[in-house]
Antibody
Framework: EVQLLESGGGLVQPGGSLRLSCAAS????????MSWVRQAPGKGLEWVSG????????YYADSVKGRFIISRDNSKNTMSLQMNSLRADDTAVYYC?????????????WGQGTLVTVSS | EIVLTQSPVILSLSPGERATLSCRAS??????LAWYQQKPGQAPRLLIY???NRATGIPARFSGSGSGTDFTLTISSLEPEDFAVYFC?????????FGGGTRVEIK
């Protein structure tokens, strides 16, 4: 059974930093690209960032480019999102998401989400 | 970036009725489109991928069609558990994008 467990969310002041983690199990982690998707309160879904299986290619939404850094450690089956220069509009539930197959970027497994609140 | 526009924003229907949801892309996404269902407090659930393929465990009343820029999600006969918000997503080009969603509510 696939399990994705996010951690690291919390309250942070504008301009601050936070690091999210996603612990994965139940599948061969290193063969799948992974993504972060967020959802602001009462709003729709926004894809944030993605990383290929080997970790040597990364992708970002324009809204976070230059501020967020995605990474993974295949030896530990974990993915991370380093979030810097946080703004109020980064407030959202952040989901870790796994795709349907190893060359897909459609997501059939999701974590429970971790809430990030950016506020003074 | 490719903008996905979903319509209608709200769809009011009764159980047993047919639901037709639309997703229009600002440029072609070929067949690289998926549909998700989301209920309050839950993560999204993948329903359809590559425009017309049902994901594992998804009932046959859900079907997807379309290619290029115009796509449709059809729920042939609404069950009580189908009242939720539905999102489309494209993977044709970076950045990946989602539509704004359609809420299917009980009439």
């Amino acid at each position: 059974e696939v399990q994705l467990l996010e951690s690291g969310g919390g309250l942070v002041q504008p301009g601050g930093s936070l690091r999210l983690s996603c612990a994965a199990s139940g599948f061969t982690f290193s063969t799948y690209p992974m993504s972060w998707v967020r959802q602001a309160p009462g709003k729709g879904l926004e894809w944030v960032s993605g990383i290929v299986g080997r970790g040597d290619s990364t992708y970002y939404a324009d809204s976070v480019k230059g501020r967020f850094i995605i990474s993974r450690d295949n030896s530990k089956n974990t993915m991370s999102l380093q979030m810097n220069s946080l703004r109020a509009d980064d407030t959202a539930v952040y989901y870790c998401a796994k795709p349907t197959y190893d060359t897909s970027w459609f997501f059939d497994d999701w974590g429970q989400g971790t809430l990030v609140t950016v506020s003074s | 970036e490719i903008v996905l526009t979903q319509s209608p924003v709200i769809l009011s229907l009764s159980p047993g009725e047919r639901a037709t949801l639309s997703c229009r892309a600002s440029q072609t996404v070929h067949s690289y489109l998926a549909w998700y269902q989301q209920k309050p407090g839950q993560a999204p659930r993948l329903l359809i991928y590559d425009a017309s393929n049902r994901a594992t465990g998804i009932p046959a009343r859900f079907s997807g069609s379309g290619s290029g820029t115009d796509f449709t999600l059809t729920i042939s006969s609404l069950e009580p558990e189908d009242f939720a918000v539905y999102f489309c997503q494209q993977r044709s080009s970076w950045p990946l994008t989602f539509g704004g969603g359609t809420r299917v509510e009980i009439k």
